[in-house]
């Protein structure tokens, strides 16, 4: 079996790890300060080596591949959405320069596949969203976030192209299920927040710039995602979109907690006019490349992850 490599502890690489630790692959978690509770919660007593340091630190990194003798790497650490601008200077060098070292290490010591962890954000949807949004659609929405995940893209294309290494990049919708958000993700963040609410009973307030329409995609379809970009041979580096392809209301997503939860309450707090998806992402080609499509819809996803929230109290 091969090692791999995770940056980031946090819902998304442990949605693969889960499938990983099952067929008795070594999987190494890399992070500036790991949450050991969330952790026990989504792979139990599963042995799994965690190494507290940064993306920044390069011969950190180098160290860890080499000795635990990973052939791949999945990339998840780094900032989301506001939290790269706050401040930006760090922000950047998080995300950025955090992918390069990435990008380097994996050149260094010979690995043979990395796997890198995008987002719809980074495409520019100021200038219109006339049709779903392709693999192809122009990338750079103008914002920290956004144009940081560019960059970490553009980085590790042109490391692929003078090294060889295989490279599949994810741009993922909006990611749900029970995490820690301490990178960020608001929109993950304001549904976890939702759905405690109502199984406590109160009411959720959540700030009108986070009432957004989006597209969203479970855990769980996420983790079976990586498992086959991982795991799927390539002919050639690829870019796909994962997601459910649908962008769901938010009313529609506060109406739907609201029936499954009947304490719940919400409330818009005032605040910065929201930013919503018009158009949702194209995923076919993550159905031809992979052989993947998702299994939850987000009525399904939202009964699964309160059953989760439930079962931890």
């Known amino acids: 079996m091969g ?24 999987v190494v978690f890399y992070d500036v300060a790991p949450r050991k509770d969330f952790l026990a919660h989504k792979l139990g007593n599963a042995n799994v080596t965690v190494v507290q ?12 591949i080499q000795k635990h003798k990973c052939d791949t790497v999945i990339h998840t650490a780094g900032l989301i959405g506001g939290k790269v601008a706050n401040p930006i200077y760090s922000g950047l060098q998080i995300n950025v320069m955090g992918t390069i070292n990435v990008a380097e290490a994996v050149r260094l010591t010979g690995v043979k596949r990395l796997v890198q962890i995008s987002t719809f954000g980074i495409y520019d949807r100021r ?37 060889g290494f295989e490279l599949i990049v994810l741009r993922l919708a909006n990611v749900y299920g029970v995490g820690h958000f301490a990178g960020g993700s608001g929109g993950g963040e304001m549904i976890q927040n939702m759905l405690q609410t109502g199984i406590k009973g109160g009411v959720a307030k959540i700030p009108q710039e986070s009432a957004r329409d989006f597209e969203y995609v479970y855990y769980k379809d996420l ?30 997503l506060v ?14 707090i005032p605040g910065t006019k929201p930013r919503s998806a018009k158009q949702p992402m194209v995923i076919e080609k993550a159905k031809q490349v992979l052989g993947w499509s998702p299994d939850f819809d987000i009525e399904a996803g939202f009964k699964d992850y309160i059953e989760e929230l439930k079962a931890l109290g």
């Open 223 to 252: 983790g079976r995602a990586l498992d086959k970009a991982v795991t799927t041979s390539l002919k050639e580096p690829v870019t796909l979109n994962i997601g459910t392809g649908v962008v769901i209301k938010f009313d529609d």
């Open 255 to 268: 109406g739907l907690a609201e029936k499954l939860l009947p304490k719940l309450q919400v409330e818009i």
């Open 53 to 64: 340091r940064d993306v920044r630190d390069l011969p950190s990194l180098i160290e860890t």
């Open 127 to 163: 200038k219109g969203e006339p049709n779903p949004i392709d693999e192809d659609f122009r990338r750079g929405p103008g914002e920290a976030y956004g144009n940081s995940k560019v960059a970490k893209e553009l980085m590790v294309e042109a490391y692929q192209r003078m090294f």
């Open 3 to 26: 090692a791999t490599l995770i940056t980031g502890l946090g819902l998304v690489g442990t949605s693969y790890a889960q499938h990983a630790v099952k067929r008795g692959e070594t």
